[in-house]
């Protein structure tokens, strides 16, 4: 017992109590600065570009909703828009199901090319 209350007066040689829970909040700040952030404003300036497509969209466009159908804008009411499927065939999305069609890449249309040859 006696050596253990020498071994306490003698003070720690230790790391300080608060290094660990330092060197935790370091490691965290840089998994935030590299991952998290980075994704969050992707994320946010894709929402901003389907907001903006949104409140551009007329009659006549061609859009894609969530369920995969694909469809030219008939008519826009509030948050509900109907599309045309085929000639006589409408259905009504949600507004926010709606997102612009993507563009073929010149890639892709010789790809289909070649392999039809």
């Not at 003698?10 to 980075?38: K, R, S």
Request: net charge positive.
């Amino acid at each position: 017992m006696n050596q253990l209350m020498l071994a306490q007066m003698a003070g720690g040689d230790g790391p300080p109590p608060f290094m660990p829970m330092l060197l935790v909040g370091a490691l965290f700040a840089i998994f935030y600065f590299t991952v998290i952030y980075p994704q969050n404003k992707k994320d946010r300036e894709k929402a901003r570009e389907k907001q903006e497509f949104r409140d551009r969209l007329k009659k006549g466009d061609e859009v894609i909703a969530a369920g995969g159908l694909y469809g030219r804008v008939v008519e826009l009411k509030g948050t509900v828009v109907s599309l045309e499927l085929a000639p006589n065939v409408r259905v009504r999305a949600e507004l926010r199901s709606v997102e612009p069609v993507a563009p073929r890449s010149a890639k892709s249309a010789d790809d289909k090319e070649s392999t039809a040859s």
